[in-house]
């Protein structure tokens, strides 16, 4: 492993500049940072995406940076929020969105950071037995007699259609309004012309003039949900979608990974007062946090089958260790017996995984534009500064710095030249291209949603 601490002074400069982050001097031993609190609380929902924060106590990495980490699951998305926001936890593992939407108002007013992102995918959605074999029907297939992938929405629309000609409204749900899943679920059925309905000042249901009715559910009542009839399909993470399989309620048809390739899903969040107060604190934990990600992603995914037993325990996700590993280990079952390799379906630290990228931020305020959650338009820039205000890479390359100083760490492993914006992103299921330094022509490009000076007013469409 090549460090800082390896090379002559003027090869460390040298490598230094030309990655963009000043030389440094590397200590002769490791000390741990002078933390500002050592007994830390942190909170998070019972989702295999959990993991980083689960790892980290686990293999003592929390432990190594001088800190006692207490990690304690939350009964839904905003009880955590509200939580570290009124400051009985430090941080929590948060929804992406969550953070931006605190930021800019929408639902709960809140100063909140990230400085690093938990994991790329992650995500499925499920639709009830009934409308999956209503919807078979209207999906190619391949010459082994099995769905060909990726599934589009295209196929679920005359399902809808004949729910609606019948008087039955056409009911899904996801985890929260500003979550990945809600934004995944939006933009699959947007991409097979179905309107997932728009939010408004007057009305944040989130269904106006919607084809299908979302609303929000708890990650782990998905299923049971499911089964009683009251939604027909869901949007959610592991292993919610994959309990579906093992109960026989439910087919997963599409993974969040061919709706937007390699997304970024969670994110570790805290309150921007708490971050200004414990600077060494959030350096510490972000340290073990990419540590744990580190350790779950090395050699090929090597790790997994121990990190499937340690999510197992009732202390973190608590489902059945068989169901958790039918995608934590590179594989993802659909239909009962349809078990394929998805070897990217969790990821948490290839592809530059736990580092905030400010395009990512930016791609969710324009799902917020997008369906009414930003009422009004927005220049290029506001999404910039926004982006920003929230995520927090000069910390996360401070800890990744330390990393590597103390040769926990590869210098190659990090985006240290990067101005936070990924390149133009084609992996979208409607081939749409995505840049996020071009937020409103991104918009534009949308068949569904709000665009330019767009906004929902008296339950229409108004201003262009």
């Not at 990090?414 to 992996?427: C, I, L, Q, R, T």
């Amino acid at each position: 492993m090549t460090s800082y601490r390896s090379l002559p002074a003027k090869a460390a400069a040298a490598l230094a500049l030309s990655l963009s982050i000043p030389a440094f001097s590397a200590p002769a031993f490791a000390a741990p940072l002078n933390v500002e609190k050592e007994q830390v609380k942190l909170g998070f929902i019972k989702l295999t995406d959990m993991a980083p924060l689960a790892v980290a106590a686990e293999k003592g990495f929390f432990e190594d940076e001088g800190l006692s980490v207490t990690l304690e699951p939350q009964a839904n998305w905003k009880v955590l929020l509200d939580r570290v926001i009124s400051g009985e936890l430090d941080g929590a593992h948060m929804l992406a969105g969550q953070p931006l939407g605190a930021t800019i108002g929408f639902g709960t007013q809140a100063n909140v950071v990230t400085a690093f992102s938990m994991d790329l995918n992650g995500n499925g959605i499920t639709l009830s037995n009934e409308v999956w074999k209503k919807m078979k029907a209207n999906v190619p297939m391949g010459a082994d007699g099995k769905p060909l992938h990726p599934i589009k929405a295209d196929a679920l629309k005359p399902v809808i259609a004949e729910y609606k000609a019948a008087g039955k409204p056409f009911t899904m749900g996801m985890v929260f309004p500003v979550s990945p899943h809600n934004y995944e679920l939006r933009y699959w059925l947007a991409a097979g012309g179905i309107n997932p309905g728009y939010y408004a000042p007057s009305d944040v249901s989130g269904q106006i003039q919607a084809d299908a009715l979302l609303s929000v559910t708890p990650p782990p009542q998905m299923p049971a949900t499911l089964e009683a009839g009251t939604i027909f399909g869901y949007s959610v993470g592991e292993p919610w979608n994959q309990q579906a399989v093992a109960k026989g309620i439910g087919v997963p048809v599409v993974t969040d990974t061919e709706i937007w390739r390699n997304n970024p899903e969670k994110v570790f969040g805290v309150t921007e007062g708490w971050a200004a107060k414990n600077p060494n604190t959030h350096l510490a934990i972000v340290k073990a946090l990419i540590r744990a990600a580190q350790w779950l992603d090395e050699n090929d995914n090597a790790n997994r089958a121990e990190a499937v037993k340690i999510l197992a325990k009732s202390e973190y996700v608590g489902a059945d260790a068989a169901v958790i590993a039918n995608s934590m280990t590179g594989t993802f079952e659909y239909e009962k017996g349809d078990k394929r390799s998805v070897p990217d379906f969790n990821v948490f630290f290839r592809y530059n995984a736990t580092y905030p990228f400010y395009s990512d931020a930016v791609w969710y305020l324009t799902q917020m534009r997008r369906w009414g959650q930003i009422a009004d338009a927005k220049p290029d820039a506001w999404y910039d500064e926004t982006a920003r205000k929230v995520y927090k890479p000069e910390i996360y390359l401070k800890a990744a710095k330390l990393l590597v100083e103390e040769g926990k760490s590869k210098e190659a492993d990090f985006p240290w030249a990067s101005d936070g914006y990924k390149p133009v992103d084609n992996g979208f299921i409607d081939g749409i291209a995505y840049d996020g330094r071009k937020p409103n022509d991104y918009l534009a490009k949308q068949p569904i949603g709000l665009k330019g000076p767009q906004k929902v007013e008296g339950g229409q469409l108004v201003g262009g």
